[in-house]
């Protein structure tokens, strides 16, 4: 049986992208959907573009290299930007083909999750990385760690986001991240 290997990745139900350097070597339609934005436009982009701050690029770059180069592969949900400008949650997922130089070359794959999870507060960068460490059901010194900030500090954040969100409890604000609400 002949594959079209190019046929199938372009029409794959999940958006696509093979990356070089941390910039976008080719992606699917899906993600060309996904992200409101023409193939033309992403070829040869950081994947910067991708992210609603460069800090934020820069940051889970950084968390996620040793973790690439010990397993290989990531994964993760985490809110990322479409052309427009709107922020969505999304699951990324994405795979090193040389672990030992993790971000030279790999390919990724991109899920909207906006149907089941909308972001409807307005939120700041490092509210955003707490939002999403909260859903891995990582604790305040947990997320303390991988964001290399103080636990303290991280419970400020999580405070901000239980008002942000009208959320009474921790488990609350879980509840309303993930349905949403706010």
């Known amino acids: 049986m002949d594959v079209d290997y190019r046929l199938a990745f372009d029409m794959a139900p999940v958006g696509l992208v093979l990356s070089r350097n941390r910039a976008m070597v080719d992606c699917n339609r899906h993600v060309c959907e996904m ?93 955003r990385e707490v939002a999403a460490r909260l859903l891995e059901g990582l604790t305040s010194k947990e997320i303390g760690r991988t964001l290399e900030i103080s636990h303290r500090t991280v419970e400020i954040y999580r405070a901000r986001l239980m008002r942000k969100y009208n959320a009474s409890t921790a488990a609350d604000l879980v509840h309303k991240l993930l349905e949403g609400g706010g």
């Open 35 to 127: 992200f409101g934005a023409s193939r033309e436009v992403l070829i040869g982009q950081s994947f910067q573009i991708l992210y609603p701050s460069a800090d934020e690029y820069e940051r889970l770059g950084a968390h996620m290299e040793p973790i690439l180069n010990a397993k290989g592969h990531y994964a993760d949900n985490r809110i990322m930007k479409r052309a427009n400008g709107e922020v969505f949650w999304c699951h990324v997922s994405g795979r090193a083909l040389n672990r030992e130089a993790p971000h030279e070359s790999g390919i990724w794959s991109f899920e909207d999750l906006s149907a089941q999870r909308p972001v409807k507060a307005e939120l700041t960068g490092r509210e």
